[in-house]
T-cell receptor, first 112, second 115 residues
């Protein structure tokens, strides 16, 4: 199945630093979702984007739906230890079966 | 329940045995998805149910994999004659279908280990 290219694969940052990760696809999407997964748990939805160019915030998190509809970005400001986890993007195009395609994940480590 | 519930949380089985994994979606959610997540990997789409429509089985890796859903409630993923490469976390997600505002909500998954 199709997978999205997500980068970076892993990040090691100091507490308080800002984080940026992105997701790209060869196909256009109508929906982009960003998830965080903790060990032993299912992914938890962080932000949902439904319109090209849309910029949405959720606390310290900000995500954008790329204008080309083939990419999306997630930024985390002033990172804290509990931000540790794996972040996944997911894209959906309504006319190709409705399933969501997931990125390969970005593993974030925050050093106190 | 308030969230997506999956059982069992862990399953250890011997190669060649059949296993059944269960998913209880959020009440009222019409769509249900199964994904497989191998260690350190992303989520791989398996199958999708929406209401009474025929399921989208395009992601099932082999004919050993099958899934059923009773109406808009419980779903069961069955893996026959398990192989070691089937070891993974199997995640279920549900959503209230109504494009374009769909959001997936996941359960905690079933960790399957095939010895």
């Amino acid at each position: 199945g199709q997978q999205l290219n997500q980068s970076p694969q892993s990040m090691f940052i100091q507490e308080g630093e800002d984080v940026s990760m992105n997701c790209t696809s060869s196909s256009i999407f109508n929906t982009w979702l960003w998830y965080k997964q903790d060990p032993g748990e299912g992914p938890v939805l962080l932000i949902a984007l439904y319109k090209a160019g849309e910029l949405t915030s959720n606390g310290r998190l900000t995500a954008q739906f790329g204008i080309t509809r083939k990419d999306s970005f997630l930024n985390i400001s002033a990172s804290i230890p509990s931000d540790v986890g794996i972040y996944f993007c997911a894209g959906q195009y309504w006319n190709t079966g409705n399933q969501f395609y997931f990125g390969t994940g970005t593993s974030l480590t925050v050093i106190p | 329940g308030a969230g997506v519930s999956q059982s069992p949380s862990n399953k250890v089985t011997e190669k060649g045995k059949d296993v059944e994994l269960r998913c209880d979606p959020i009440s009222g959610h019409t769509a249900l998805y199964w994904y497989r997540q191998r260690l350190g990997q992303g989520l791989e789409f398996l199958i999708y149910f929406q209401g009474n429509s025929a399921p989208d089985k395009s992601g099932l890796p082999s004919d050993r994999f099958s899934a059923e859903r009773t109406g808009e409630s419980v779903s069961t993923l069955t893996i026959q004659r398990t192989q070691q490469e089937d070891s993974a976390v199997y995640l279920c997600a549900s959503s209230l279908k109504g494009a374009p505002w769909e959001k997936l909500f996941f359960g905690s998954g079933t960790q399957l280990s095939v010895l």
